[in-house]
Each structure stands twice: as structure tokens, then as C-alpha cells.
């Protein structure tokens, strides 16, 4: 079954650095997104990507973060300074279709947990 | 700010009963509702989803929807221990771009 391709696993970065965070979607699927999990916490939507654009975004996605699909099989998340509160799990998903109104839900990654030290 | 609410559980269940799981929403707008699974430390798996009011079968689950009360349910026939999870309530957003998800109620299902 087609999968969803998270690297790294796990990240430990410092206070104030920047992490780039690396997803593989599904090979025919055209849109792609990203949520996290803070731990304990509800799965929270940050970002929506098709045809190289942002399509929505949430108030958690700050200038801090952006979006890049920087080939035809990666889509990254980066975080250019990070924070304390940056810890959480952050899972990268695809969809074959554009609106989860249809039915249509998401395959998810299976995560990267980001520990912010 | 949409709000999907669940009991956080943790709701156990002999093996082989039935596992009732409940999800209410605050948004009249929203059209689809998806329950997902999620064990320790992995990341949510489709179970199924609903967008018509009535019950939606697919094997030992059966999802409820009743949009007049903004009520959704999972229910898990013949329960096992595999069962054991979080499971999470996702309603779409306005756009349908977006779900908002529930905390999530703690299943488990004792030999």
C-alpha cells in the first residue's frame, strides 16, 4: 500500500535554530499538508500546499514557517527559528483529492517528533 | 475557531463487547466526519467517514451521524485488544481544505 515518507523520526534542535523537516508524499497525490501534535494535545492543522502555492493556512503557521516542494517527490516544512514550544509531533499527509468535504480523507506520515532543547 | 469535543476516556471494554465512542461539533456548516485511530506514538489511520445523517457500516464499526444535534459515534462491534488506541474525531473545515480534529478518547479493550 502506498505510504507517506517522513525523515527524520525524531530531531533535537537547539533553541533558535532551524530545522527542516522532509515528507514524501504519495506519488500521484497533489495535495499535500502539514499538522502537528503537540504531545498530550490535539492534532492541529498548520498548512495546505497544491500546485506549488499555499492553498490555507492556520494562526499557528507564522512567518516562522514555510512550505517548499523544492523537487517533484519532496515537500518540506521549514522552521527557521525554533522555540521551546515548537516540541511536538508533526505529521506530514497527502490526499489524492482536494476537499475533505467530498469524503476524501488523508493518508498521514508517520511523523517527525521535533524536540526543541 | 471550530470545536470538535470528545470524552478523553480512558473508556475501557471487556474483549468482545461493544466500544461506543462519541464526538460532538460546534460547526452546522461542517459536511464530512472521519474517525481515525491512532496508537501510542504513531500517526492517525482512516477508519471511516460519514456525511450522511443515519448509520455507516464497514465491518465490526458502525459510524452515527445526526447533524440536527451535531452528533457523531463510533461504535466497535466484538471489541479486541488490537482495538486498544486513541480514537479521533476529524471534521471538515469551511473550506473542506482542513479537518479539525478532537482530543481524542482512550480506548481499551481487556482481555
Known amino acids: 500500500e502506498p505510504e507517506v515518507t517522513q525523515t527524520p523520526s525524531h530531531q533535537v534542535t537547539q533553541m533558535g535554530q532551524e530545522v527542516i523537516l522532509r515528507c514524501v508524499p504519495i506519488?500521484?497525490?497533489?495535495?499535500f499538508y502539514w499538522y502537528r501534535q503537540i504531545l498530550g494535545q490535539k492534532v492541529e492543522f498548520l498548512v495546505s500546499f497544491y500546485n506549488n502555492e499555499i492553498s490555507e493556512k492556520s494562526e499557528i503557521f507564522d512567518d516562522q514557517f514555510s512550505v517548499e516542494r523544492p523537487d517533484g517527490s519532496n515537500f518540506t516544512l521549514k522552521i527557521r527559528s525554533t522555540k521551546l514550544e515548537d516540541s511536538a509531533m508533526y505529521f506530514c499527509?497527502?490526499?489524492?483529492?482536494?476537499?475533505?468535504?467530498?469524503?476524501?480523507?488523508?493518508?498521514f506520515g508517520s511523523g517527525t517528533r521535533l524536540t526543541v532543547v | 475557531q471550530k470545536e470538535v469535543e470528545q470524552n478523553s476516556g480512558p473508556l475501557s471494554v471487556p474483549e468482545g463487547a461493544i466500544a461506543s465512542l462519541n464526538c460532538t461539533y460546534s460547526?452546522?456548516?461542517?459536511?464530512?466526519f472521519f474517525w481515525y485511530r491512532q496508537y501510542s506514538g504513531k500517526s492517525p489511520e482512516l477508519i471511516m467517514f460519514?456525511?450522511?445523517?443515519g448509520d455507516k457500516e464497514d465491518g465490526r464499526f458502525t459510524a452515527q451521524l445526526n447533524k440536527a444535534s451535531q452528533y457523531v459515534s463510533l461504535l466497535i462491534r466484538d471489541s479486541q485488544p488490537s482495538d486498544s488506541a486513541t480514537y479521533l474525531c476529524?471534521?471538515?473545515?469551511?473550506?473542506?481544505?482542513?479537518?479539525?480534529f478532537g482530543t481524542g478518547t482512550s480506548l481499551t479493550v481487556i482481555p
Open positions: 460519514i456525511y450522511s445523517n
Open positions: 506519488s500521484n497525490h497533489l495535495y
Open positions: 460547526d452546522r456548516g461542517s459536511q464530512s
Open positions: 476529524a471534521v471538515d473545515g469551511n473550506t473542506g481544505n482542513q479537518f479539525y
Open positions: 499527509a497527502s490526499s489524492g483529492q482536494g476537499s475533505v468535504s467530498l469524503g476524501y480523507g488523508y493518508t
